[in-house]
């Protein structure tokens, strides 16, 4: 299974782990947006990183 991880490296935390069978990259964008925006809206970096599970 892949899963992707949106992880601020300001806070160095991750905020939220996606599969991505049920998760399309514009949905996960939209996240980052909405329920992650205290984040970026105090200028932290977010980052997607893509993790692989069995
Ligand atoms: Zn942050």
Partial sequence: MEFKEVYCSNCKKV????NTKFYSEDKI?????TTHSAHTR???????????KN
């Fill in 15 to 18: 905020l939220g782990k996606y």
């Fill in 29 to 33: 964008g939209e996240l980052v947006n």
């Fill in 42 to 52: 105090n200028g932290h970096q977010v980052h997607i990183r893509i993790l692989e």
